[in-house]
T-cell receptor, first 113, second 111 residues
Framework: GAVVSQHPSWVICKSGTSVKIECRSL??????MFWYRQFPKQSLMLMAT?????????EQGVEKDKFLINHASLTLSTLTVTSAHPEDSSFYIC?????????FGQGTRLTVV | DAKTTQPTSMDCAEGRAANLPCNHS???????VYWYRQIHSQGPQYIIH???NNETNEMASLIITEDRKSSTLILPHATLRDTAVYYC???FGSGTYKYIFGTGTRLKVLA
């Protein structure tokens, strides 16, 4: 099956710093990638959709200047959490889609201290 | 965008079939039904998807009613490793699709 790799698996950062999370589709080209966040005991919440070479489309209520998304190639998308604060601590999950389905990375647990 | 309704939780005995229902009564004619599962602290895993015909793969079977307003995911011989949250999703959009997660069903397989 299609493999999506996300890095890092976990990260701890200080409040006010920025953190970058990478998402790679290893064995297919993804024209569309998605970023989700998940709080404990809750479902996944879609943050944004990105198409290769285009600006990301953010869901309502998601700050685009805080969560910077870059989808520079068909196999790589990055999410940068800028000026992170403790309330940004969460489980971030990326997804890469081929024409048939979306496949998910293993997630990144971000803790802001 | 079509919404889905699933039971909050279900139990299943190990070795028995697990049947997970999903209602999607507002689904449109060209919208697919997808099933994913999420094991604790991992990203969701793709299971199966379908439009209107029943589908089967090495993991599960998907039964879609004729009116497409509901579907059932069947795990034929559940094991303890199948304990997870199962999400039924209706993929919607044109050109760029979206996968919106509902609350899912927490399946617990009992020894």
């Amino acid at each position: 099956g299609a493999v999506v790799s996300q890095h890092p698996s976990w990260v701890i950062c200080k409040s006010g710093t920025s953190v970058k999370i990478e998402c790679r589709s290893l064995d297919f080209q993804a024209t569309t990638m998605f970023w989700y966040r998940q709080f404990p005991k809750q479902s996944l919440m879609l943050m944004a959709t990105s198409n290769e070479g285009s600006k990301a489309t953010y869901e309502q209520g998601v700050e685009k200047d805080k969560f910077l998304i870059n989808h520079a190639s068909l196999t790589l998308s990055t999410l940068t959490v800028t000026s992170a604060h403790p309330e940004d601590s969460s489980f971030y999950i990326c997804s890469a889609a081929d024409p048939d389905a979306a496949f998910f990375g293993q997630g990144t647990r971000l803790t802001v201290v | 965008d079509a919404k889905t309704t699933q039971p909050t939780s279900m139990d299943c005995a190990e070795g028995r079939a697990a049947n997970l229902p999903c209602n999607h009564s507002t689904i449109s004619g060209n919208e697919y039904v997808y099933w994913y599962r999420q094991i604790h602290s991992q990203g969701p895993q793709y299971i199966i998807h379908g439009l209107k015909n029943n589908e089967t793969n090495e993991m599960a079977s998907l039964i879609i009613t004729e009116d497409r307003k509901s579907s059932t995911l069947i795990l034929p011989h559940a094991t303890l490793r199948d304990t997870a949250v199962y999400y039924c999703i209706v993929r919607f959009g044109s050109g760029t699709y979206k996968y919106i997660f509902g609350t899912g069903t927490r399946l617990k397989v009992l020894a």
